[in-house]
Structures are given as C-alpha cells and as structure tokens.
T-cell receptor, first 114, second 113 residues
Framework: EADIYQTPRYLVIGTGKKITLECSQTMGHDKMYWYQQDPGMELHLIHYSYGVNSTEKGDLSSESTVSRIRTEHFPLTLESARPSHTSQYLC?????????????FGSGTRLTVV | KNQVEQSPQSLIILEGKNCTLQCNYTVSPFSNLRWYKQDTGRGPVSLTIMTFSENTKSNGRYTATLDADTKQSSLHITASQLSDSASYICVVSPNFGNEKLTFGTGTRLTIIP
C-alpha cells in the first residue's frame, strides 16, 4: 500500500477556474515530484522539491505552480485552468540519496478542463 | 537528445504464456535502468532497478536484463497472469537522483484468459 496520497482522483472543471491538486506523503521523504502524463505518452517532470521551501521547475514547461511549506505536503496549483491542461498528474516522493530505490508514486489525478 | 524506445507498443497474450518486452536507450551518461508497472489510472510501481554492472535482476515472475554495451534491456514475464495486464515502462537515469529520468512510452500488455 503506497503511503503517498493524491486528491482528488478525478476532477472536471471549467475553463478559467483555479484548482489545487493535493499530494501528501507519510514516509518523511525529503524529495517530492510532480509529473504530467498524457494517455499513451511518457511521463514528464514539471516540478520537484528537495525539501521545505525548495521548489524547482522540471524539464517540461508548465503554467502550474507548487509550494512546499511542510515536508509531507506538495500541492500543485493552476491559477486559470485551460483545456490544454487536461492530463493526468502524478506525484512522487523519495528519500534523498536513495539510489533510485524508495521512489514512490501516487495514484494520480485525472484532470479534465472543459 | 536522450531517448528511451520501447517495443512492442502493445501486446496481447494468453494467460499462462511468457512474454518479453524490449527497451533501447540513448541516454548518456548512464547510471541505472528501471522497469515500472503502471495499472490503468494508477501511478507506476517499481519492478527492478539495474546499474551498468548488473546484467540481470529478478522480482518474482519478472526478470530484467541489461546490456549496457548495446544499450538494450528486456523485461521477461513468466507464466503470465490476468493481473499482469498493465503498461510496462522503461526508465533510464544518468544518476541515482530522480530529476533527470528519461521515460519510455511503455508497452501496453493485455493478458486474456
């Protein structure tokens, strides 16, 4: 059972709305990540964090923003949702220096912007 | 450009049969290669992680091989079960962090009874 939780699992929202996707982990992991995945396509890193008050942009440009005020919480916010933001968003976490192990993904949030 | 290519894109096999999925990569530098299983609508789950010095690694009915010289890896599934139906994703990393992962698009495996 994964100890990283994403809510909501599914979200349908109108264009222009502000949304926040939640991600929480109970493993005490320092590093957290957000990925975007379109159907049948590869995952793309959009944001990551090394710890509290640390946020970095990933390889894929994204209009979303993130914050890391608490170790266990890494929310992603879209100020004004657009249909192009329709995708699956996956959160992940890992222990610093874990040598690739202990890298855990959440179940994802499927976002549809209409 | 770093790339990970997987084949086939999709595969359908009968329950109980074996299958092998392929992964070719052009990532450089290379540190480790990972195989993940992703059920529909879920996040990926790690199956194996191999460094350049490891040729094979098993996890139950899953056996991954790695040829770092030819930059090829395979994932062999033995005695397939209906629960093996999922996407299998090959991921290559230049280091042991997770900030520079290159993901393949996956092989969609369907097991039929």
């Amino acid at each position: 059972e994964a100890d990283i939780y994403q809510t909501p699992r599914y979200l349908v929202i109108g264009t222009g709305k502000k949304i926040t996707l939640e991600c929480s982990q109970t493993m005490g992991h320092d590093k957290m990540y957000w990925y975007q995945q379109d159907p049948g396509m590869e995952l793309h890193l959009i944001h990551y964090s090394y710890g509290v008050n640390s946020t970095e942009k990933g390889d894929l440009s994204s209009e979303s923003t993130v914050s890391r005020i608490r170790t266990e919480h890494f929310p992603l916010t879209l100020e004004s949702a657009r249909p192009s933001h329709t995708s699956q968003y996956l959160c992940a976490s890992s222990v610093a220096g874990a040598r690739g192990y202990g890298y855990t993904f959440g179940s994802g949030t499927r976002l549809t912007v209409v | 450009k770093n790339q990970v290519e997987q084949s086939p894109q999709s595969l359908i096999i009968l329950e109980g049969k074996n299958c092998t999925l392929q992964c070719n990569y052009t990532v450089s530098p290379f540190s480790n290669l990972r195989w993940y299983k992703q059920d529909t609508g879920r996040g990926p789950v790690s199956l194996t992680i191999m460094t350049f010095s490891e040729n094979t690694k098993s996890n139950g009915r899953y056996t991954a091989t790695l040829d770092a010289d030819t930059k090829q890896s395979s994932l062999h599934i033995t005695a397939s079960q209906l629960s093996d139906s999922a996407s299998y994703i090959c991921v290559v990393s230049p280091n042991f962090g997770n900030e520079k992962l290159t993901f393949g698009t996956g092989t969609r495996l369907t097991i039929i009874p």
